[in-house]
């Protein structure tokens, strides 16, 4: 069974009914183990209050983080390779997301064997309105609130001033044309 990393980095504070709506969908996954860090920019740290024993098949670490850098979040969690090193493909996404239910298994990650492919996105939901993603191009920038990033790309270009930004431009995006998460308001809980 491949490993999937999702980085998830908390910005605001969420409660452990809030965390518990985000791990659920992950958990879920049939196809995949999951290794899940969480990256703790929050003002008020609140998770060590998550409880993540009923979810025995994740891998889980939490990393606490300086509220001053989240800026620089995406960044941080790349630094921090070793934590996804051993999967295929790894997501960074903040806490405004929660997946759709089987989302995970929607990714195909055999698609990252082939040395053209560099990521995969789909399109999302907010306020109840589908947003269609249109494929990408290149030269562009990275402006979709979901990628799943091939592991083998980010270790090529690890050295390089914005890891994730030379992989867009440079390699073939796979869109889902179907959404598989919703974005929220993050004043909504």
């Given at each position: ?22 791990i ?19 003002l008020?740290k ?40 051993d ?103």
């Amino acid at each position: 069974m491949k490993n999937i990393a999702i980085n998830y980095i908390i910005h605001n504070s969420i409660d452990s009914n809030r965390f518990d709506d985000i791990i659920k969908p992950i958990a879920t996954s049939k196809k995949y183990k999951i290794s899940l860090n969480v990256y703790d920019f929050s003002l008020k740290k609140q998770s060590n209050d998550y409880n993540l024993s009923k979810y025995d098949n994740i891998q889980y670490s939490l990393t606490e983080c300086d509220y001053e850098d989240v800026k620089e979040a995406n960044k941080i969690v790349v630094k921090n390779f070793i934590k996804f090193a051993d999967s295929i493909c790894t997501c960074i996404v903040y806490d405004s997301l929660i997946f759709n239910n089987n989302a995970i298994d929607e990714i195909d990650a055999s698609l990252f064997e082939n040395d053209y492919i560099g990521f995969i996105y789909s399109d999302y939901v907010v306020d109840n309105k589908r947003f269609f993603l249109k494929s990408h191009s290149s030269n562009s920038q990275i402006n979709t609130p979901m990628v799943f990033w091939s592991t083998e790309k980010i270790l090529k270009h690890l050295s390089g001033e914005d890891v994730l930004q030379a992989i867009y431009s440079s390699y073939v995006g796979i869109h889902i044309p179907k959404p598989l998460c919703v974005v929220f308001n993050i004043n909504e809980n």
